[in-house]
């Protein structure tokens, strides 16, 4: 399957500080990527859809503003979380769409906002 | 609304016997199921699939079964090792047609096997 890296694999900020993730496709070129947060013990909720040329596509619930989504080439994708607080520490991943309906995922970021 | 369900959080198993992971879902509309296993801050890795037309499909020491009527699906793998222990991610894609589809995850299930 496609291989996927994230940068950073951890980042502590303070509470109001912006923050960019990267993720990159290594060896697949990916018109949509796609975005996860998890929580501790919950869940992967994805929160939106990284499209290669066009707009972010947001899941219900997820501010736009908050978290900006750039798909800047067809192994790229960086998601921003802008003014930070305590409430956005979470785990993100990043995924690639396979052949099929599979997707591959990142080895995600841990985001801790002091 | 949790469209897809595990609704054990846990299971432990003896080194080499079965494990069972199950899962159910709500939405008829599903078209495709996938299983994951996950490490702690690590990211999901694919393991099995299983399109809605088929009832089982086997990889290895990995088998999906679907029992569509019930909307059910279950995880087996024989024999189980220690390896295996992780956190198990049932997904179910959803496709809003041409390229467009979402995979939502249910809330996993921890395997643990004892040596």
């Known amino acids: 399957g496609a291989v996927v890296s994230q940068h950073p694999s951890r980042v502590i900020c303070k509470s109001g500080t912006s923050v960019k993730i990267e993720c990159r496709s290594l060896d697949f070129q990916a018109t949509t990527m796609f975005w996860y947060r998890q929580f501790p013990k919950q869940s992967l909720m994805l929160m939106a859809t990284s499209n290669e040329g066009s707009k972010a596509t947001y899941e219900q619930g997820v501010e736009k503003d908050k978290f900006l989504i750039n798909h800047a080439s067809l192994t790229l994708s960086t998601l921003t979380v802008t003014s930070a607080h305590p409430e956005d520490s979470s785990f993100y991943i990043c995924?690639?769409?396979?052949?099929?309906?599979?997707?591959?995922f990142g080895p995600g970021t841990r985001l801790t906002v002091l | 609304d949790q469209q897809v369900k595990q609704n054990s959080p846990s299971l432990s198993v003896q080194e080499g016997r079965i494990s069972i992971l199950n899962c159910d879902y709500t939405n008829s509309m599903f078209d495709y199921f996938l299983w994951y296993k996950k490490y702690p801050a690590e990211g999901p890795t694919f393991l099995i699939s299983?399109?809605?037309?088929?009832d089982k499909n086997e990889d290895g020491r990995f088998t999906v079964f679907l029992n569509k009527s019930a909307k059910h699906l279950s995880l087996h793998i024989v024999p189980s090792q220690p390896g295996d222990s992780a956190v198990y991610f049932c997904?179910?894609?959803?496709?809003?047609?041409?390229?467009?589809?979402?995979?939502?995850f249910g809330t996993g299930t921890l395997l643990a096997v004892q040596p």
């Open positions: 997904a179910a894609n959803l496709n809003y047609g041409g390229a467009t589809n979402k995979l939502i």
């Open positions: 995924s690639v769409p396979g052949w099929y309906n599979e997707q591959f």
């Open positions: 299983i399109s809605s037309i088929k």
